[in-house]
């Protein structure tokens, strides 16, 4: 059985998990804070020896909060400008020694939970505004609505992220997301819109959200990691 070790990377934190050749869990979750600054050095040393309880493994996924090309890191808004052009794939492969294929995270949870039938968008809710979206089951590739126009001259990010439910308190912060809901709907007429990341547990009434809407467990950014290595 090939197991696969899967990685979220995280402004907030790093986490890790292994999965069986289905995408099934077969280790407990482990989680370290992501070091400050977010460096590529500082990251890649918190990372070295995380992976142990996991083992043994014979491939790596990874998601990680920015675009990624070819294992290759092209923008990291909440990490450090260290990232840049850095080839991340490569780093882990070397610290770990096995294989790594490396994606945005919010694809990566989008794999995790996507039924692929129709317009399918996925939206994390953490550190910034991560974004994704499929058609019949396939990703459009380098999607970032987080830094797209949303209020009053700020972003997605800027008013969804960490800072702004920090400022705006959950009561307001949940009104400012159903209205950026009842926005992306009309960008895109999506058959279903998936909520996930580590703030989606701040919602206020969950329930009151769209029937086409579903918050999905924050797990859903590791367990997506199988779907890397399917061909």
């Known amino acids: 059985m090939e197991r696969t070790l899967a990685i979220d990377i995280g402004g907030t934190g790093l986490k890790m998990i292994c999965l069986d050749e289905q995408g099934g869990l077969v280790t407990e979750r482990t989680r370290v804070l992501t070091p400050q600054p977010a460096t590529v050095e500082a990251v890649l040393a918190a990372l070295e020896g995380m992976d142990e309880p996991h083992r043994p493994y014979a491939r790596i996924s990874v998601g990680f909060p920015g675009v990624v090309v070819d294992g290759v890191v092209k923008t990291a808004a ?20 096995k294989p790594a294929r490396v994606c945005n995270d919010a694809d990566q949870a989008g794999h995790g939970v996507i039924e692929g039938t129709g317009v399918e968008l996925v939206v994390t809710l953490g550190t910034g505004f991560g974004s994704a979206l499929f058609v019949d089951g396939r990703l459009v590739p380098n999607l970032e609505l987080g830094h797209h126009p949303f ?9 969804l992220g ?56 924050n797990a859903a950014g590791l367990v997506g990691g199988i779907a890397l290595w399917r061909e």
């Open 78 to 97: 909440n990490l450090d400008p260290s990232w840049s052009g850095h080839d991340l794939a490569r780093s882990l492969r070397d610290l770990l020694g």
């Open 151 to 159: 209020r009053k001259g700020k972003t997605y990010e800027e008013v």
């Open 162 to 217: 960490k800072a702004g439910l920090a400022r705006l308190g959950k009561t307001k912060w949940t009104r400012r997301l159903h209205e950026a809901i009842e926005q992306l709907r009309r960008l895109f007429n999506f058959r279903r819109l998936y909520v996930g990341g580590g703030n989606a547990k701040k919602i206020r009434e969950p329930g009151a959200l769209p029937e086409d809407v579903v918050v999905v467990d």
